[in-house]
């Protein structure tokens, strides 16, 4: 085991006894046949120690315990023999049951000792009810009679007792919210990781976020989850090994009956026993029905279902994980990112708006040995005991007043965009003490993403009512608009489709008798003071002539521009930034006068905008020399609007061709005011 580390030390003084090594988990894990949580069920109680002595002696029990009660390929007739000669066996196996309609009883199913019609009463039926569904991990007490063997089909084994692998309890979550009070926040998004077997150290912010946002449909209700992406990440462990609340079906059919309601028997389905179904390898998921899909658009989006006139809630979270067989660069060229997903959902647009989010899977790491975790981390089985009681709260109420939605969000995008924050929330602050600004907005950029990535597939299969993708949000205190992109969609070579933050604009230089025509982004900030810095170091001397002339031009005309903001009450900082050869940045007044006036106003430039022009020292607009070479590198550089004096419109009207004036919408202005007034978002 590797030392302990400032979290171990800390995660042990607060949640002695709930704690575990995760090394230990995967070396048991490997060698017997049952689940993640199985071997935490056993270590959480016996091994929830920091203590080696503590440790080493609970190891011995678990590793008995384990031998003696897994059953490994080809030892099932020991443990049936076992039962027969000493009257009675116990095993960890999982348990499921069925109502057989000839003698009306229940059967019980034990899978690893390929009994099929195991005696049972209906009293342990009734008290669980989840093994007439898909079942569940338990110790068994199995006996065997063997004066029931010589009757007419005697069933001699039955279930005599049996223990639900569960240790925690009702007081979890109480503990859990105490316990946080003692890290912060980055500690606490790196202890739930190695809670779930990851090593959190080496991983970035994105692959910490897309590992995160996989625990929310446990603390969710009513939460959809679409996960594609490349193999090896370990899209479904998360929701077969870590929680007994979860349920996965691997590829293949499902049933109605299985998954909602049985009409015959009036039998719930999965959706009702488990907090979390996931579809694993959807490509490859189908029903038994042909409406099968349709009733489960109608369950994402209402949490309901119908058996005959009766309606039945459920609160059962759905998670569809699949595969890419290419990038998701060669995805998106090929067509959409639900391409995986199987016929009769990947291109039906109302079924992906009951998406809440599209998890990026490209954004996490292939799980090898390197980030697995040697450290401790929460027992399974209390974890997803926590994560289960939280599905109960809703934590939308702490965006009251903190946080507003552009006009781009529709009604479902907004449920969608509150349902993840609110379970982002959940799990940063179980105990629902509050959260920072800081953490409320990291909320937000992420569920603002997740969902954007759904509108943007719904946008490419043609669907008009999903043009407008630019997604948007405006902390309270702040009051600036900010925009939210997917990062699959950015060209590193171009300008993007989104809105930049107020004080950003991008423009093209013409150039001068020592420098090229470029691509350049001005980036201003402001905050309290006098005066203009500009931050490149060296300065080039032509952008400091064209800032220059843009804050005279603002000071002396600052009612037109600004209004009753007073921008000599404001210290500007300015970054030029290069994207081509070019350099000396000439030429740049106008483009950085309405950085000035944007960053002022708190607005934002549109998206896809390039702006090209001087101004001088009295106001007017400079004639540009070589529209056409401007128009050419906008077209290179993905411009979708290019907005240029309009002393340019009778050349570019004459060299233009047919080809890229479709490719490019040209506008022009008149003077400054003008180009400030149609350059930034209505």
Known sequence: MKEMDALDIKAASVLECSIVRKDLVRAFSRQFPVPTYVVEFLLGRYCASIDQEDIDEGIEIVQRQLKSRTVNAGEEELFKSRSREDGEVKVIDIVTARLDTKTDSYVARLPSLQLNDVRISSDLVNSNERMLTGGFYAEIKLTYDSVITNENKGRPFRVESLREIQISTRDALEKLAEARKSFTTEEWKQFLLRSIGIEPMELSARQMNALLMRMIPFVERNYNLVELGPRGTGKSHLFQQISPYAHLISGGKA?????????????????????????????????????????????????????????????????????????????????????????????????????????????????????????????????????????????????????????????????????????????LDPGGRGVAKEEIEWAVQIALEGRRRVKEQQKRIGAAEFRNTHFSYVMSEDEIEKFVSTPELQNENGIGSDPLEPGQVWTVSPGNNNDHPGLYRIEVNEGPGSGVKILNKPVPPAFRESIGFAIQNLYARSLQFVGDKDPRHHEFSVQLRTFDSSKSGSKLGVASLIAFCTVILKKSVRGGLILVGEI????????????????????????????????????LNEQLSDDMATKVDIQFYRDAEDALFKAIVD
């Not at 529209?627 to 340019?648: D, H, R, W, Y």
């Open 255 to 427: 049933t109605v009956a299985r998954m909602f309601v049985n009409n015959t028997t009036g039998q719930r389905g999965l959706v009702c026993q488990y907090d979390v179904v996931c579809f694993d390898e959807v490509a490859g998921i189908s029903f038994d029905q042909k409406d099968g899909v349709n009733i489960m658009k109608g369950y994402m989006e209402s949490g309901e279902f119908s058996r005959g006139k009766e309606s039945i809630r459920a609160d059962g979270s759905i998670v569809l994980v699949g595969n890419f067989d290419v990038d998701v660069e060669t995805q998106q060229r090929m067509g959409h990112l639900f391409g995986p997903m199987p016929p009769e959902m990947r291109n039906d647009t109302a079924f992906m708006d009951r998406i809440h989010t599209f998890l990026p899977g490209w954004d996490v790491p292939k799980i090898g040995k390197e980030l697995l975790t040697d450290h401790f981390g929460l027992v399974s089985d209390f974890l997803s005991e926590c994560w289960s009681q939280l599905r109960k709260q809703s934590r939308v109420q702490a965006l009251h007043n903190q946080i507003f939605f552009g006009g781009a969000l529709s009604g479902r995008d907004t449920n969608a965009v509150n349902k993840t924050i609110s379970g982002l929330l959940k799990l």
């Open 616 to 651: 001088n020292l009295g106001g007017s607009i400079e004639p540009i020399h070589n529209p056409f070479n401007l128009a050419q590198i906008a077209l290179e550089k993905g411009a979708a609007t290019l907005l240029m004096p309009v002393s340019c419109r009778r050349q």
